[in-house]
């Protein structure tokens, strides 16, 4: 569950309370991706490792399934939407979402990796 919370808000997965992103907005152009070293209010260390978040296409791909099932189903069986606009509207949601998604990715990933801990505040 608390797992869940980190990463439905975007929370370090440690502390709940220091926000995994820079910039809240994921559609700000800049800085979209850009993620603090540290956690500013524990100071768990959100990059693990150099290119931890490469392993993150593991978790957001399944992410992209997903919605592309649901997109699926719903445009092609209940609107019926032509074969050729079914396409268009799914490269353009899906590539609208992609920030979403990265994002999602990204906190499901170091949500496995780290654990929540109930008094983890830096000394
Ligand atoms: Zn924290």
Not at 44 to 73: K, N, R
Not at 103 to 115: C, S
Request: glycine residues 4%; charged residues 20%.
């Amino acid at each position: 569950m608390s797992k869940l919370f980190s990463v439905a808000r975007l929370k370090c997965p440690r502390c709940h309370k220091g926000d995994l992103f820079v910039k809240q907005n994921p559609y700000s152009f800049k800085d979209a991706m850009k993620m603090p070293d540290r956690c500013p209010v524990c100071g768990q260390d959100f990059q693990i490792e150099p290119g931890f978040y490469i392993g993150a296409l593991w978790t957001s791909f399944p992410i992209v399934i997903f919605i592309m099932a649901l997109l699926s189903i719903l445009l092609l069986v209940f609107i019926k939407m032509d074969l050729n606009w079914f396409f268009v509207t799914l490269t353009l949601i899906l590539f609208l979402l992609q920030p979403l998604i990265i994002r999602l990715g990204r906190a499901i990933w170091i949500n496995i990796f780290v654990d929540y801990e109930e008094d983890a505040i830096e000394e």
